[in-house]
């Protein structure tokens, strides 16, 4: 893989004081914004060799080669049946949710990037936010029980920070009350739960392959199914509905993936194991200076499991110095731009806030959780000195400087 530019300027500041901080006047740690997102870019021949090819053929999109080629790669890679490319994540949700005729209610949980609910009340669907499992940031089946009623069609369970939603319990609630289960896996591509790699769970789910994720095709997105039948819906319904030249057969609209989407998809594929390691070894450099931090926690992952190690999720304790929004803004001043990922809650965000300004009286773990989390920055382009660099600002705000 080539690299993308690395960040900053080198050597950088250790931070051992409080006038040591950009917030305080000192010159802040990077010259240019670090975001949380950086992307993850593998090599800049192939994926220029493959533009040129499109180019050549003159076939941009329409199901073309490359989105054929790709669809194969990740089906056989995540061991599905089906992989249906998309234009982005959020179309694939529509889209899944449409053809699994979700209607009425479905439960989602208010701990997710907005996309999640919007996808439903997009379609006029009713999402209702149940609450999470605060030790894993993730639906607690439990939460979803009590929010059924019988207008519920269906659950989208979240593999937040990709780490896998209980999928087991969330089959047994389904189960018993007749819903439709499926999941958003934007946040799990490359991740495993019990050495079964996200993806063929419940009757589909929804990666997004967005230039922030994990593994990108610019802008993108796919729905994975064992299901035949589910499969071939999508296919039409992502293409107005055109079943052969003139015929259309079912209502549609236009996800398709583009040529050179699934061309950057390929290349990254290719280097998807480099990818994974620069996440782990972040991830490591992270987990090793916050170790002595009290009151930063950095979420873990499970090493007997896989893993992308895309996001360094820290969670601030209510007794840390510092709020955590006091952290975000001391980081900000450095330059890097620390996310207060998914505060506050979709719950508290147009529409839904004006629908159900109750909601949160559901959601106290979604509350407390989203208070607390800050995401840092991780990705090919960051490297180990950049890690200590702003885990030493931390490390001055946790000794109350
Ligand atoms: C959990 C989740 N769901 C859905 C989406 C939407 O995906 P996209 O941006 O590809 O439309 C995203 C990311 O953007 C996401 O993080």
Redesign the pocket.
């Known amino acids: 893989m080539t690299l993308v530019k690395e960040v900053g300027k080198s050597p950088y500041k250790i931070v051992r004081s409080a006038t040591d901080r950009a917030i305080n006047g000192a010159p802040p740690m990077f010259d240019e914004p670090i975001h949380v997102g950086r992307p993850n870019i593998g090599n800049h021949k192939a994926f220029l060799q493959r533009a040129s090819e499109i180019l050549d053929s003159g076939w941009l999109t329409n199901n073309g080669p490359l989105a054929q080629e790709f669809e194969r790669r990740i089906a056989a890679f995540l061991g599905v049946k089906h992989c249906v490319a998309m234009c982005?994540?959020?179309?694939?949700?529509e889209i899944a949710t449409r053809a699994l005729e979700l209607k009425g209610e479905v439960i989602v949980p208010s701990y997710?990037?907005?996309?999640?609910a919007h996808?439903l009340q997009w379609q006029e669907i009713t999402p209702i936010f149940a609450d999470i499992d605060p030790a894993t940031h993730n639906l607690d089946p439990a939460a979803v029980w009590r929010m059924i009623t019988p207008r519920t069609t269906g659950i989208i369970g979240?593999h937040?920070w990709g780490r896998p939603s209980p999928v087991k319990e969330l089959k047994a609630v389904a189960k018993e009350h007749n819903l439709r289960l499926m999941f958003?896996a934007?946040?799990g591509f490359g991740c495993s739960l019990n050495g079964k790699l996200v993806g063929g769970f419940g009757e589909c789910e929804?990666f997004?392959?967005?230039a922030?994720?994990f593994f990108n095709t610019f802008?993108?997105?796919a729905v994975v199914t064992n299901n035949d039948t589910l499969a071939e819906k999508m296919r039409l319904m992502r293409n107005f509905g055109f079943s052969g030249y003139d015929n259309v057969i079912y209502p549609g609209t236009n996800g398709k993936m583009t040529e050179i989407a699934a061309a950057m998809g390929l290349t990254n594929f290719e280097d998807l194991e480099e990818f994974v390691a620069i996440n782990r070894s972040n991830y490591c450099t992270y987990r090793d200076a916050l170790s002595s931090v009290h009151g930063l926690s950095l979420l873990e992952y499970d090493e007997s499991e896989r893993n992308n190690y895309q996001y360094i999720v820290v969670e601030v304790a209510p007794y840390f110095p510092a709020s955590r929004d006091r952290i975000v803004e001391v980081l900000h001043a450095e330059n890097v731009l620390a996310r207060r990922y998914?505060w506050p809650g979709c719950h508290n965000m147009e529409p839904y806030r004006s629908y159900y300004p109750h909601a949160g009286l559901m959601l106290p773990n979604t509350k407390s959780v989203s208070e607390r989390v800050v995401v840092l920055p991780s990705g090919s382009a960051m490297h180990a000195d950049a890690i200590r660099g702003i885990t030493s600002v931390l490390s001055v705000v946790a000794a109350g400087a």
């Not at 982005?88 to 949700?93: D, E, P, Q, R």
């Not at 997710?112 to 999640?116: K, P, S």
């Open positions: 982005n994540g959020t179309i694939a949700l997710t990037f907005v996309a999640t996808a979240v937040l958003d934007s946040h929804v997004s392959f967005h922030t994720k802008e993108g997105g998914f």
